[in-house]
């Protein structure tokens, strides 16, 4: 019987719940390398410690939506299974990836924590399945082109295949052409309709798709506005890209936040959370 999702879904030391201590997803967009993953995830342990937020450590082996053909998409799955690995037995933090396709989420799962649908996938009942099949958590990025409320339905597919711990994610819908804008309304409605703790993706909500013709755009000095709105609102946790150097990021670069920048803002966002809880 389809029980619904759990309200607090715990990913190693990390506790997502709507009414817990804010929680992170953060990391660069794509996987480069070994080293440059171990650096990124080892700072943003420090970083994270130093806020006092727990920490999930994202990044992508595949970037297959991609504006051109001829974007990078990243270095593959068979070379970055052992670098999750590798990330989580050496710095003890949870990882959490993309998979694009069914056949991926067994493979990819013994690797990583968190198995994550990106938004364009969400309606995928068949890649939905095999990743609860997987028995991992699963981050669902809600569809630029979905009401909040029609992600029941999504996580109704996750449950109703056995796993009940599942996270949404809201990273804006569609206005217009290559614009996306943040409901804040989305919220508190994806919390009452899924009962699954809320994630804001504060890194896609400015993307501008396809906005630089063979690549997309981005605004990430409204990064920080949207995170301390969504905040301020009330969520489990916030998903948050970032790199020493977006400029030169081989993806979404626009959109991630410089990792300099990361500990002054997630302390203000720790304090817009003890308020927005109290």
């Not at 297959?64 to 799955?77: C, D, E, F, H």
Request: include cysteine; proline fraction near 6%; aromatic fraction near 4%.
């Amino acid at each position: 019987m389809n029980q619904g999702a759990n309200s607090t879904v715990t990913i190693g030391s990390a506790r997502f719940g709507n009414d817990l201590p804010l929680a992170l997803i953060a990391g660069p967009c794509a996987l480069e390398s070994r080293a440059h993953a171990l650096e990124m995830a080892a700072a943003l342990k420090e970083i994270a410690a130093k806020a006092g937020i727990a920490l999930v450590y994202k990044t992508s082996f595949d970037k297959a939506n991609r504006t051109s053909g001829q974007s990078a998409r990243g270095i593959g799955l068979e070379q970055a299974l052992p670098i999750f690995a590798e990330i989580r037995e050496s710095l003890k933090i949870p990882v959490l990836t993309d998979v694009h396709e069914p056949a991926q989420c067994a493979r990819v799962a013994p690797a990583v924590d968190v198995l994550q649908i990106p938004a364009f996938l969400c309606r995928q009942t068949d890649l939905l399945a095999a990743a609860a099949a997987t028995g991992k958590a699963v981050n669902v990025k809600k569809g630029q082109f979905l009401a909040p409320w029609d992600m029941q339905n999504v996580v109704a597919k996750i449950t109703g295949a056995g796993n009940r711990n599942v996270l949404v994610t809201e990273r804006g819908v569609s206005f217009g052409y290559n614009t996306l804008v943040s409901d804040m309304r989305a919220l508190p409605i994806l919390k009452r309709t899924t009962h699954a703790p809320v994630i804001f993706d504060a890194t896609h909500s400015v993307q501008q798709p396809g906005g630089h013709g063979t690549s997309s755009g981005g605004e990430r000095e409204f990064v920080p506005i949207l995170a301390r709105a969504a905040v301020a609102v009330g969520v489990a946790g916030v998903f948050i890209e970032t790199h020493q150097d977006p400029d030169k990021a081989p993806s979404d670069g626009p959109n991630m936040m410089p990792l300099k920048e990361m500990e002054p803002l997630l302390r203000t966002l720790v304090e817009f959370d003890r308020l927005a809880k109290r």
